[in-house]
């Protein structure tokens, strides 16, 4: 049985842009496997693809009904092929061999080059004696991609079947094993209150057997900063880590009383720190961690109302991370939770004594074309006072659009929000996966003390929003408009790290 799915070759003046060279090179490519499989064919499915090409792969929704279609037209030569006695309920992926599934006597790993070999078998619970379980060997080459040096991971046995030595192939990344990102972000209230930052990342992996990495990020603009952490798995398997790290970060904060700047509030914060994780494979992680270091705060620009302040910090760190969503920059499925929090104590060097309880998720689900989601950030000082240089700061995109980056603070707050993308427009795969538009609404507050939290008069917020998923990253254009009319434009181009 054979199916050919090229699509119909471009006419030379048709081919005259990248995207319809990789088009009309892809179809002419899958037109000369067509040619070869038709000639040893006893059944030929075509679907009818129209102007489909090789590229659209977004359009898997549109694409299927023509297979589907293409197939019922040699339903009667396939109803022929088909086994009385097999129940399609019990029909598995083995039946449809005329050769048993063979017995696992040996596993071999082939086209390694930067991973050690160990990380790879540790990850491949397959057993050798047993007959193969298709399921079990699909999880073992999704755990062995998720190490995330490979760019395909594939599964054989050698020839004849029965000696059953089952061969995992992997495919090393044409780029890496370092990686360099760029993330740049820009807002403006088009009232004279900006802000533009500008992020590099560094990222050196498998730097031992155990695949070591070293992050390194620097950020520039109103907020300046540098981070440096080496993370170390403990072990073959990667469960258990430990990552020390560096940080250095100046933040120039606008203050405001009733949405009117008024001063502005320098920050700048240098500490060391050690975490002891867990991994959860490809749910997330969990972190524990001390930290010390200093805190400086001075005004920079008119009368805040905080205190100078030029203090030792020192604390206890903790963070949950369970990502799973399908994307870091437009999702469309899945679910992210965010924990973290930071007990600063007198014992660990701390001048002021306060807690930090911070978290954030956010749902994302699609049927079609449509995406919609929900999402609840939240923080609290569990009864402490926090200081000013480390208050909560609510507002920026995401957070609060139509209010200026950091513009609410306090001890306690919570935003909830609700939204909706349209996939307008697919983009060839060179370029990235499809552009969507759509925004958000959010509703919450931000209270000073706990007595003073009440959800029945909360601020709101609109936004809408371009976003495209680019092969650099997500790009995202938005406008944020708060319920008192004030507003604010947002450009962001990249992950943040």
Not at 185 to 209: I, K, P, Q
Request: aromatic share 10%.
């Amino acid at each position: 049985i054979a199916v050919a799915v090229a699509s119909p070759l471009l006419g030379a003046k048709d081919v005259q842009s990248a995207p319809s060279i990789a088009s009309q090179a892809l179809s002419l490519a899958l037109e000369q496997r067509n040619v070869e499989s038709r000639g040893e064919a006893d059944i030929l499915i075509r679907p009818e693809l129209g102007k489909l090409s090789p590229l659209d792969f977004g359009q898997v929704v549109e694409t299927m009904p023509l297979g589907w279609e293409a197939t019922l037209e040699v339903a009667n030569r396939l109803a022929g092929l088909a086994d009385p006695q097999v129940s399609p309920a019990l029909y598995s992926l083995h039946r449809r061999s005329a050769m048993p599934l063979p017995v696992v006597e040996s596993i071999g790993i082939s086209g390694v080059t930067r991973v050690d070999v160990q990380r790879i078998r540790q990850r491949i619970h397959t057993r050798i004696g047993e007959v193969v379980d298709l399921e079990v060997l699909r999880d073992d080459l999704a755990r062995v991609f998720s190490i995330g040096e490979f760019s395909s991971v594939r599964f054989a046995f050698e020839e004849p079947p029965a000696e059953g030595r089952l061969i995992i192939r992997v495919e090393d990344k044409d780029w890496g094993p370092n990686y360099l990102r760029l993330g740049l972000g820009f807002s403006d209230d088009l009232e004279g209150s900006n802000g533009l930052s500008a992020r590099l990342n560094y990222t050196m992996t498998n730097l031992n057997r155990y695949g070591g990495e070293w992050r390194n990020e620097i950020q520039t603009g109103r907020t300046r900063g540098l981070l440096t952490e080496f993370f170390q798995p403990l072990d073959y398997r990667e469960h258990f880590f430990i990552a020390p790290r560096a940080v250095s970060r100046q933040v120039v904060h606008d203050i405001y009383v009733d949405r009117t700047k008024i001063a502005e509030y320098k920050v700048e914060t240098h500490s060391l720190g050690l975490d002891f994780g867990l991994e959860f494979g490809k749910y997330g992680e969990f972190r524990l961690g001390l930290q010390r270091g200093i805190a400086r705060a001075d005004s920079r620009i008119g009368d805040p109302g905080f205190p100078e302040s030029d203090v030792e910090t020192g604390g206890l760190v903790g963070r949950l991370v369970i990502d799973r969503l399908d994307s870091s920059g437009v999702p469309l499925r899945g679910t992210l939770a965010d924990v973290s929090l930071f007990v600063s104590e007198g014992s660990l060097g701390a001048d002021d004594t306060y807690q930090k309880l911070d978290g954030r998720t956010s749902t994302y689900f699609t049927h079609g074309r449509h995406t919609g989601f929900v999402g609840l950030s939240a923080g609290s000082s569990l009864g402490s006072d926090t200081p000013a240089y480390d208050a909560f700061l609510v507002g920026g995109l995401f957070s609060f659009s139509g209010y200026s980056i950091g513009e609410l603070r306090g001890n306690y707050y919570a935003v909830a929000r609700g939204g909706y993308f349209y996939r307008l427009y697919d983009l060839p795969v060179a370029f990235g996966t499809a552009i969507y538009a759509g925004g958000w609404i959010e509703g919450g507050n931000v209270w000073q003390d706990s007595s003073d939290i009440a959800l029945d008069d909360p601020l709101s917020s609109i936004t809408l929003a371009l976003a495209i998923e680019t092969r650099f990253g997500p790009v995202y254009l938005a406008h944020g408009l708060a319920e008192d009319g004030g507003s604010q434009f947002y450009f962001r181009l990249g992950n943040s790290f």
